[in-house]
């Protein structure tokens, strides 16, 4: 980096990244940006083609014929390139990111974009366990909403923190096991973040955090509030929720899966989606695996709004008999 040039140092999913950009995401409390896992630097704009960096293709999720990412293997390291918003540049170590925004393109999405798919990219690469979802803390232990986008993730997060719950993630869950006994493993949600985006048609959940709550609008048109986040590092995971709209009825239902359904669904859900590699998706199976043998998976039908039900989060609970096992403050009124 440039010595002129001012640097934040900011906490991503359990990563310290030091940036030239600033990044949506908490800033650190280690001001020492030379003991930064990963650094970001401020490249030249590129003008990219809408194709492959190189024909090693590492991961690429295309969704109805638009190339949402692709990210592939280079000679010295990586490419990730986002059509319309930056090229990527990662070194083979995973510490150097150099980002390039393409000329007239969508440069004010980068400070989301790092945080979310740049760091997601990373951690998967280091070996960790990356699921698309929130989570929450309640009395100590996480309860975490995994699904693709538009399943109500956020949503639910908002819904649960609203009603007393502590932030843990959201749009980015990293997972790690503790390995630390002899028995199963232990699953721990990495601390990540401390806002909530909110689709325009779940906006009306910011009221519940009361008249003092800090509401914004972000660069991807999502209104960021900022809740209250838990105070711990890592958190156990208790259980997995996959959210299921449901604008048809109104009243919660829930079924535990079985081993096999739940590793299916669970897998579908990769912050990073569409990898090639064998190895990694070795991996991935792996990792899923041992989530599911350690904790319960919920496929659960939620009533849909808005307007949302007044008491949900505690539906939902109940629902998954999980009421018990996690009941700090959830059976509180929502706040107004």
């Known amino acids: 980096m440039a010595s002129d040039t001012a640097i934040g140092l900011f906490e991503c999913s359990g990563l310290t990244v030091a940036s030239e950009i600033p990044l949506s995401a908490p800033l650190s409390a280690d001001r020492d940006h030379f003991k930064a896992d990963v650094t970001v630097a401020l490249g030249e704009e590129v003008s990219p083609p809408f194709e492959r960096p190189s024909a090693d293709v590492v991961a690429e999720l295309v969704l109805e014929d638009y190339l949402w990412y692709t990210i592939c293997r280079v000679e010295d390291g990586y490419v990730a390139r986002l059509p319309w918003i930056a090229d990527f540049a990662i070194t083979a170590d995973l510490k150097n990111v150099t980002c390039h925004p393409v000329a007239s393109g969508n440069s004010n999405l980068i400070p989301i974009v790092v945080p979310g798919t740049i760091v997601a990219f990373l951690l998967a690469l280091r070996g960790q366990c990356v699921l698309h979802g929130s ?19 956020s949503t639910m997060a908002a819904i649960f923190s609203a009603s007393g719950a502590a932030l843990v993630t959201d749009d980015v869950l990293p997972l790690e096991f503790d390995e630390s006994t002899d028995t199963e493993d232990t699953v721990l949600c990495v601390r990540s973040g401390n806002q909530i985006r909110l689709r325009e048609k779940a906006a009306t959940l910011a009221d519940r955090f009361g008249e003092d709550a800090l509401v914004s609008l972000t660069a991807d048109a999502r209104h960021a509030v900022l809740p209250t986040c838990t105070q711990l590092d890592r958190v156990p995971l208790a259980a997995v929720i996959l959210p299921r709209p449901d604008r048809e009825h109104f009243e919660v239902s829930a079924r535990v899966l079985s081993a096999g359904e739940a590793s299916l669904l669970v897998g579908r859900c990769q912050r990073i989606e569409g990898w090639h590699g064998p190895d990694h998706l070795r ?11 350690a904790v319960p998976v919920f496929e659960v039908s939620i009533p849909w709004g808005p307007p949302f039900a007044n008491g949900l989060a505690q539906q939902v609970l109940e629902a998954c008999q999980l009421d018990r096992a996690l009941s700090r403050r959830t059976a509180a009124p929502d706040r107004r």
């Open 135 to 153: 989570a929450v803390e309640m009395g100590g232990r996480a309860l975490a909403f995994i699904g693709r986008s538009g399943q109500g993730k």
């Open 283 to 293: 991996q991935q199976f792996f990792d899923v695996a041992r989530v599911v043998a």
